[in-house]
């Protein structure tokens, strides 16, 4: 493969990896709203949620009630998951020089990597302290596992771009 197809592989990796994160952080704002309309949407008459997965529906209001009353009587809580929708843009944003120079900036790249394998811990030991339902942190820990998929293919590929570009002196 030629180091100019390898180069656009590695950008369009990157540019998945960045609209994921892009959309996570996005998705962190508007918790309230969401958890509603997932309520909703997984008690309506057509889902089959509440006879098959009553726990997950269980989960879901729990979550939602939980998150009304914050909103209502202490909404300085939410403004927690505001940070955390600004540190996934503010990471996604730091994929822009992987981006423009994924050899110089492969480190990124594995720092990316090294927090997606924290999630791993971090869900095994804050969910039980907070009370997360041991099935959610495994939905948490997956998002780790898949997204150090796409990163481990980029790394391969900028080793592969590096060994096949001269060193600049």
Known sequence: MSE?????????WLVVFIVCLVLSGLT????VT?????????SSSVSPVPEHLPGLLDWITRVRTGLDEADSAYPFLLYGTDWLAFAHLV??????????????????VEFGMIACAGIIPL???CGPIRDIPFWWSVIDMSFGLFGVVPLLI???MIKRLGAAT???A
């Not at 962190?28 to 918790?31: R, W």
């Open 154 to 156: 980029v790394r391969r």
């Open 28 to 31: 962190a704002f508007p918790l």
């Open 91 to 108: 990471i996604a944003v730091a994929f822009y020089g992987p981006y423009r120079d994924p050899v110089r900036n492969i480190w990124v």
């Open 4 to 12: 100019r197809a390898l180069l656009r592989r590695i950008r369009v």
């Open 123 to 125: 869900a095994l030991i």
């Open 34 to 42: 969401e958890l509603h309309w997932t309520q909703d949407l997984l």
């Open 166 to 168: 001269p060193v600049a």
